[in-house]
């Protein structure tokens, strides 16, 4: 006796009838949630272009009318009370719009200041959001570095207050480098890119209270904050682990952090240091990725490569101790900076760390 929620279908026929077609507990038909996903998907896409193309028109349009008021300011003389005129006049005529303020004005004016080649603002700057345009004018004065950072956040698809951050912690000046032997054992293609990949220095502002001369609560403090240290690392880093175990022969060894790289397709084997660079420390971090190489590495994959970070260097020792090394390594230095942090007329009236265990030294 057939199921109360399985019927017969109409049009078949009487042998046919006899096979019912069972129904799923919503009522509908088998292959109704895959035809349903895949609809969303692609309402979902044309939605997305649907707001990228408004966006362009938007800020292509702030750009003609920063462009027009720059003229007639240059070539007219007109004063800054027209713009208040014009915000007051474009807002009566277009009540159901946004983004006629005086202020707003002012912005398109050196939106159009700003970016004088129109081929650049359609190539790349009017495909970002307004806030993220707003901030290139607010922080960036030279306009190759805003340039810069114009073509990465529309690569990475960086938000306002990531591109802040990004500005903030002058990463187009880290950015490449990290000493490194990747010219000498990579393919160019991809020595390039992991040039590239890699800064020096690396800025752990966000550390906290964690004690920076000890590498394990650093490290600990890293993993606690991996969304900010994944960002610090930049596009395209996968966290794998801490602490990965190597078992090699009959030792345990222990990866201090572990990550895959999506574009350069390779294990990247991260050693933290909480003192100056040593060249042995090259010897250890070039058997982890022999290690990882055999144990982890699949075949599609390309050789690991090892970022050794320490809290100082010199670069003759580093350049003389990669020399004979055969696996890729890049080497930097990492800092904190919280003092750079304090209010100028703080600075040097608070004891550093050094002078506070000189004092408790002495009273002990």
Known sequence: MASKNVRKVRGRSRDE???????????????????????????????????????????????DMGRAILERQDQKGWGSKVIDRLSQDLREAYPEMTGF????????????????????????????????????????GDAKTRLWYAQETLRNGWSQPILVLQI???????????LSNFKELLPPAQSDMAAQVFKDP??????????????REVEQSLVDHIQKFLLELGTGFAFVGRQVHLEIGDDDFYVDLLFYHLKLRCYVVVELK???????????????????????RHPEDKPTIGL????????????????????PIGVAHWETKLVESL????????????????????RG
């Open 168 to 178: 903030e912690g002058r990463v187009h000046a880290r950015r490449g480098k990290a």
């Open 202 to 215: 690396y800025l752990f502002d966000f550390l906290g209270t964690a004690d920076t001369r000890r590498e």
């Open 308 to 327: 050794l970070l320490v809290k100082e260097k010199k670069k003759l020792m580093v350049e003389y101790a990669l020399r004979g090394i055969q696996k």
């Open 274 to 296: 909480a003192v100056p660079f040593k060249p042995e420390f090259l010897g250890q971090i070039n058997m982890y990725l022999s290690a990882v190489d055999d144990l982890l």
């Open 101 to 140: 303020s005086p202020r707003n004005l002012k912005y398109m004016r050196a939106f159009a200041a700003a970016w004088p080649d129109a081929s650049i603002v359609q190539r790349v700057v009017a495909r970002l959001p307004w806030r993220q345009n707003i901030a290139l004018l607010e922080r960036l």
């Open 17 to 63: 009838a006899s096979f019912p077609v069972a129904l799923p507990a919503s009522g509908m038909p088998g292959g109704y949630a895959e035809m349903l996903s895949a609809l969303k998907r692609r309402i979902g896409q044309v939605r997305q272009r649907a707001i990228f193309s408004a966006n362009v028109a938007m800020v292509s349009l702030y750009w």
């Open 343 to 362: 209010p100028a007329d703080l600075k040097g009236v608070l004891p550093t760390v050094e002078e506070l265990e000189k004092e408790l030294e002495k």
